[in-house]
């Protein structure tokens, strides 16, 4: 008997070691995760504006307020959800989409006004029986400059109350916000093609003339090489002017670059002299276009143009860990730092534009730290280094 008890009070305190176990488990694991209703609430929140913030980053089109528009609905909590761009519905959520005309009609008063509309049963007449709507909140989605014709419309099962009319302004602000970033991205990607249109403008006037008389030299004195250097010279304008793409290669840079250096050599002969050295584990990454062409143009008309015999222009490209370090010299003539600057567009009659152009073109990718680093002196020729991360999400050939 006494065995047994033994044996029953053995039992019971293994299956109070567990149970502990299993608490303190379970303690661990909520210390480790979202703990409380209040976390809970608020990753939930945040989770949703995530999913409604991704779409809206592309800007307003059906498409993308049809994924917004259930994700802003779960925000404000109505019965039904629509995003209007003043003339039709883009997207709708939930129930009551048999409202959406009148509701249109209602969004396009409240965005000529630029001033939210809270709707009664009244205001959205139905002979659906088994209709929910029973009003409706409108707010335009204003953005900086307080002019928009999109809307967001939250409907309701019932006289909108207070809660719902706030929820809905402070999303319909927030969504305007995201709205107000798409433009703004998609404004950085317009400046980004006129740079390289303007570019592409500087390149033309003087390198094609000059390039053109290097060739018509060889016409009669060596006309397999005229042939050669006009195939170069239409290769290189080809991918100067291509009508696709921000990004490309670092390799694609490169060949480009041996284009053009194929073409002053037939200018300049034995005077211009070119050291490479690249790492080839760099050459797959991706580079703003035409990154490299006014920073090597650069180095040949300083290295040659003002500087009597030999000049030589050296391209390195080395891997550095997470990024990729290009630095472009010459050991011309230079100049003094105190008149050359990246901030002076106009400097030395503006020959140094393209530098400018390439620069600001860094900058607004990569950030303010990947801007072109300059070094030079009178005498001791010129230096231009640039960061390329090898990495980077806006970055795609």
């Not at 001033?115 to 088994?130: E, H, I, M």
Request: glycine share 8%; charged share 20%; hydrophobic share 45%.
């Amino acid at each position: 008997m006494a065995g047994q008890v033994g044996s029953a009070l053995s039992i019971l305190a293994v299956l109070a070691a567990l149970a502990a176990a299993v608490v303190a488990a379970l303690r661990l694991r909520a210390r480790r995760g979202i703990a409380t209703a209040m976390q809970r609430a608020t990753y939930d929140v945040l989770h949703t504006a995530a999913l409604a913030a991704e779409p809206l980053r592309a800007g307003l089109t059906p498409a993308t307020a049809g994924k917004a528009v259930k994700h802003l609905r779960t925000l404000v909590g109505a019965v039904g959800m629509a995003i209007t761009d003043g003339q039709r519905c883009l997207g709708y959520d939930g129930r009551g989409a048999h409202h959406t005309e009148q509701l249109t009609a209602a969004a396009r008063r409240a965005t000529s006004t630029q001033r939210s509309v809270v709707l009664n049963g009244s205001d959205l007449p139905c002979d659906r029986v088994d209709c929910v709507v029973r009003g409706a909140v409108i707010a335009p989605l204003s953005g900086p400059d307080d002019q928009t014709t999109a809307a967001l419309v939250a409907v309701a099962d019932d006289q909108p109350a207070p809660g719902l009319v706030q929820a809905t302004l402070e999303a319909a602000r927030w969504a305007g916000s995201q709205l107000a970033l798409a433009e703004l991205e998609s404004s950085r990607e317009r400046l980004a093609r006129a740079e390289v249109r303007a570019l592409r403008a500087q390149i033309s006037p003087h390198f094609i003339y000059n390039a053109l008389t290097a060739i018509a030299s060889f016409v009669r004195t060596d006309p397999e090489r005229a042939r050669e250097l006009i195939l170069e010279f239409a290769e290189f304008t080809r991918y100067s002017f291509r009508a696709h793409g921000e990004f490309t290669t670092l390799a694609e840079e490169l060949r480009s670059i041996d284009r053009y250096l194929t073409i002053e050599r037939a200018r300049f002969g034995d005077r211009l002299q070119v050291r490479l050295q690249i790492a080839p584990e760099v050459l797959p990454v991706n580079v703003p276009f035409l990154c490299l062409q006014p920073l090597v143009e650069n180095a040949v008309r300083h290295g040659l143009s003002r500087k009597p015999g030999v000049g030589m222009v050296s391209i390195e490209a080395r891997d550095a860990g997470a990024e990729c370090h290009i630095t472009v010299e010459d050991d011309g003539v230079g100049m003094d730092p105190v008149v050359f600057s990246l901030k002076n567009d106009d400097t030395d009659d503006g020959q140094h534009v393209g530098l400018v152009n390439v620069d600001e073109r860094l900058r607004s990718v990569f950030g303010d730290h990947h801007g072109l680093v300059v070094e030079t002196a009178p005498g001791a020729g010129t230096k231009v280094s640039m960061r390329v991360p090898k990495f980077h999400p806006q970055a795609r050939a």
